[in-house]
């Protein structure tokens, strides 16, 4: 009987700009099926310095953003060898970085996350594996989303697996391929609007539901572009920040009707997004629900209206909120094996491939 196991640092940092996500994982191939252990975790917020030079840099120049990357990923290999030391963690096979987008513009040849450097492997004195987005993009792919070969590896169980972060993605099996894409911005617009009133996020959807739609804005965001588009799709903060808050700040009604609208938006398309699947089911489907949206009462509550004959799955706390560090280390692991990781069938790159780089340290 073959069995293999690892034992790795996964780390992430989304969008949404909540911190850095940090997981302790254990992962065992037994007789062909992978499972994992979350073990330590920890969420690592960033200062209000590093929420700005993160939101600001998608203007940055050339120059400007070589400066920094050498700076977060200082900052990011201080992050990870703190949380080794504290969880006093020994025997590391690899820490699998994601690191942060700044730039995603695969139309263009061209995506860009910060913290992919080699010198973060002698920071932490550790192996890494990272960058895993660039060599999709050169094979013609999204580059994103990359989190679906986890899903299936992983999570098949579910019949789909919603992740609601900076952005709401979907990946699901259609045939014998696996299918995902990015369906609209989530928290990367909710939080902007929450931060105008003080709060960091809108506790369970709590300032979104004391407010009503706005039903013109709704029409406006839902006939955007980008949802005209068939998959494979991927959004960028770009998509955010010169298409979808300009649209928004053109309508003089309070940040409550905002969110109320713009989480109305997110629910419909996600319901749009599945309807086909779910109406067509020959038996109920179950949905996997992840990211910190998944705690957002009010968008779950919408959904399900959009949805209702889907049942919503909201997992425990640690898979729920570090799913995507889990998914990041396996796909560091897969990339140690020399084992695809990456799917043409989501992506749109030419071939499927094992993807990341390989830092020793």
Known sequence: MYTATYNIIGVMSGTSLDGVDLAHLHFTL???????????????????EWVTQLKSAVGFSETQLVTLNDDYTVLLGTIIKNFITTNAILNIDAVCSHGHTILHQPQQGFTLQIGNLPELARLISEKVVC?????????????????PIGDRLLFSDYDFCLNLGGFSNISFEEGNNRIAFDIS???TVLNFYANQLGFAYDDKGSIARSGTIHHEL?????ALEYYKKSYPKSLGFEFVKEIVLPLMEN???STADKMH???????????????DFVVTA???KKMLVTGGGA??????ARVGYYLPNMEIIVPDAKTLEFKEALIFGLLGVLKLRGEVNVLSSVTGASENHSSGVIFNK
Do not use: C, M
Not at 131 to 147: E, K
Not at 218 to 222: M, R, V
């Open 295 to 300: 705690y957002n009462d009010f968008i779950l």
């Open 30 to 48: 037994k007789e062909g099926k992978w499972s994992y252990t979350i073990l330590e975790s920890e969420t690592v917020p960033y200062s209000d």
């Open 282 to 284: 020959s038996r109920p």
């Open 261 to 275: 609208t713009f989480s109305e938006h997110i629910a419909l398309q996600i319901g749009l997004a599945l309807d």
């Open 218 to 222: 709704l029409t406006a965001l839902n």
């Open 251 to 253: 309508y003089a009604i």
């Open 185 to 187: 911005p989530v928290n």
């Open 131 to 147: 960058d895993f987005r660039v060599q999709d993009v050169a094979l013609g792919g999204q580059g994103a989303p990359l989190v």
